[in-house]
Each structure stands twice: as C-alpha cells, then as structure tokens.
C-alpha cells in the first residue's frame, strides 16, 4: 500500500520539485525526461515478475526489522533481456531467512527508464528505507537516488510513502550513522559519459558533481539532506563506496576502484577529505562490503582470488583495530561468478550477507549465515548455514 507518511525530509521535496522542473519542460512534452518521472511503485505484482520470467537478476540488498522479520530486494531483467527492462524486485522472509515471499514490491519505470543498484535501509529511529537509482537507458551521466519509507515495516501489510527523487548519482550502499545523531549517505555521480542507450537530449554531464559525495540527513535538522564532502579516485567509475566512523571520531571512506579499493579520510565530519590513496586491503575490481558491528570490530567481506582478477573466493574477515589489520578468514563462497555482498547484524551477534552467482545462468541470489567466533576460526560451525538460496531462476546445474 501507498500512502504518504509524516518523516519526508524538508529539502528532498524542494529537491524533487527542483529537478523535475529543470529536468523536463512538460511532464508529457516531446521534451520531457523520463527519469525524472515518479514510478509506479508495484505492492501486488503480477506474473511478470515471476521467478521464472527473469533473465538476470543480481546486485542485492539486505535489511533486518525490529521484529526479526528479514528484506531483501535486487536488480533484475526479464525474458525480454533488454537493459531498459531493469527493475526492482523485493522480497521478505519471516523465518530468518530459510523461505522467502514472491515479489512483495517491485519497482519498474516505464519506457527506456531503468530502475538499478538497490539499497535496504533501517535507520536509528525505526524508519525503513528502500532506495533505488533510475536512468533513462543504462547510465545517462547523472542518475538519480530515490526512495520510498515505512513505519510499520515489520506489519503484515505494510504502508509506503510516495516516492520521491532525493539527489543525483547512485546510493548503493547504506548510510553511516555517525555518534552526532547524523546520518551520512555514500552517493556516486559515475566517472563515466552517458550510454548509448540513453537518447542523445537526455544525456546529461555533471562535472564537478561527478565523484564519490557524502551527503548528511540530520534528523536534528528537520530532517535536512545536504551535500558536504566528496572524493574523487583516480581512474574512478562506479565508486561503490563506504563511510566508516573510526573510534577517534575520524571517517574513513573505501572507494571501489580499478585495482581494488582506494582509501581517504576526513576529521571534519566528512566535508574535507585527504588526497585518496590505494588501500592495502587487497580487491579486485568489485563492489566490497564493510560494516561496524555490534562487538566494535569491523566486519570486511571481499575477493580474494588466487589470480587476483576472477569475481571469486568470497571471504569475510575481522579488524579489532579499525582496519589497520585483519583476522580470521570464513570462506562464505570460492566459486567464480559470485559478487556483490551486502551485510547485516542482527541480535546474538548473527551476522548475514547477501550475493549473487552468475547473474545470467544459475541466476541465484545467496545467503550466508555466520558469526563472529566462526570467521575468527576460518571455519563454519553448527549455526554457520552457507549458499542458502533466496532466489534462484537458472539452470541449478549452473551452480555446481
């Protein structure tokens, strides 16, 4: 259900009202920007979107509610295997994961518009999230963040705001919430020129604005959205990244890059940033995953191939000492064609990440389960539950 709810941020209406009209002269002119065009957002969705109507499917997302009740959303493409087909697909599940729902929502603008790169966020004051990006064609060089929220999430039949357009780029991963209460959230305007799939008058170039930006949420603020920082990598093009809060107050941001993971940090809150580096941590070209966890240590997930290339040997590892060193070692998957995690950590410190696995054959989307004392131990255990299918819609002999 759609209904609008009282937590929408002053400044994203302002936002939203701002870049329609610059975007698009008439909402059903031969000049209008279909990207800038509110969806439909689909809460019954019908036979098309069916586990087996998909083509594709990867790139996911993971949230946990207060009541233990798990979500999960991610892109996918139908049987007509065109990008322009992209859309949004989530599902819950309310036995920790071991059986999922059909689509619960589904997020499919019309035309040439994709909808891509989804991101499950439950904030410190019980407001769920759900962001997703949209482009007219595959990238039309500016992209935009948008949202819908729920208050009652955890309820049988939950309400949706209206959505709404919050700032360009692409937020794939989740906010940072900082000890000041703020919020900080890792938006990419892409280092790289709109697609060919984007028609030519709506191809956009943003410039300065294209980097790795920080924008805040302070919900001290009425709830005001403003950018304030941003790094820009060298040879950069999706970004991807991260903003951990150190225990000294200073953030760290990893950045996605071509030869694995850039680093830069901030003791300002994140509006000034020093000069971005290589990081250490080996990677290869991927998107990563790092999260504080309940403990204090910091949870790492990453490739670690043995060619050092291949998108495999999905590994999650342990810092006591905000990443300047690394523990343990649980391979969750070394099969070639996983990618993407994403983490959570939910109560008895039960830690889950999401991924994919050969997008476009076996076309599955996985979980693990796991918790600390196992990656600290290189080894599952009896509450360790590994490749757990979410999803599946290819061949199941594609995953052996």
């Not at 039949?157 to 937020?171: F, H, K, L």
């Not at 020129?193 to 028609?199: I, K, M, R």
């Not at 590994?315 to 300047?324: E, F, H, Q, V």
Request: proline share 7%; net charge neutral.
């Amino acid at each position: 259900m759609i209904t609008p709810t009282h937590r929408t941020p002053v400044i994203t209406c302002c936002l939203l009202v701002f870049t329609l009209l610059a975007g698009a002269t008439d909402s059903h002119g031969a000049d209008a920007d279909p990207a800038m065009v509110a969806p439909v957002v689909k809460t019954s969705p019908d036979r098309r979107y069916a586990e087996d109507r998909r083509a594709f499917q990867g790139i996911p997302t993971i949230e946990r509610t207060t009541n233990g009740r798990l979500w999960a959303a991610w892109m996918a493409r139908s049987e007509r295997q065109r990008a322009p087909d992209s859309h949004i697909v989530v599902v819950m599940s309310d036995d920790a994961g071991d059986i999922w729902s059909a689509p619960r929502i589904v997020i499919d603008p019309p035309g040439t518009v994709c909808a891509f790169d989804p991101c499950l966020w439950l904030d410190h004051d019980g407001l769920f999230w759900l962001f997703w990006a949209q482009s007219d064609g595959l990238w039309d060089g500016r992209g935009g963040v948008w949202c819908i929220t729920s208050e009652d999430s955890q309820s049988d039949a939950p309400t949706w705001s209206e959505p709404r357009r919050i700032c360009d780029g692409v937020m794939l991963n989740k906010p940072a919430v900082l000890k000041t209460g703020k919020s900080l959230f890792p938006v990419s305007v892409w280092g790289k020129p709109a697609g060919s799939s984007t028609p030519s008058k709506h191809r956009q170039d943003l410039g300065e604005q294209s980097g790795a930006n920080v924008f805040s949420l302070s919900y001290t603020a009425y709830e005001q959205l403003t950018m304030i920082g941003q790094v820009r990598v060298p040879q950069r093009e999706y970004d991807e990244h991260h903003i951990i809060e150190r225990k000294d107050d200073s953030l760290w941001m990893l950045v996605r890059a071509p030869y694995g993971i850039a680093e830069s940090e901030s003791t300002d809150g994140g509006t000034t940033w020093s000069e971005p580096r290589r990081s250490p941590i080996p990677h290869i070209n991927a998107r990563f995953c790092i999260r504080r966890l309940q403990s204090g240590r910091l949870l790492l997930v990453t490739h670690e191939p043995p060619d050092g290339k291949a998108r495999s040997h999905l590994i999650a590892r342990l810092s006591d000492d905000d990443g300047k060193t690394w523990k343990g070692g649980l391979m969750l998957d070394d099969r070639a064609g996983v990618s993407y995690p994403d983490a959570i950590e939910g109560p008895k410190g039960i830690i889950r990440v999401i991924y994919d696995f050969k997008r476009t054959h076996a076309r599955q989307i996985l979980l693990a389960r796991f918790t600390e004392k196992n990656v600290l131990s290189a080894k599952p255990a009896r509450n360790t539950a590994l490749r757990m299918i979410v999803s599946q819609t290819g061949d199941e002999t594609a995953s052996r």
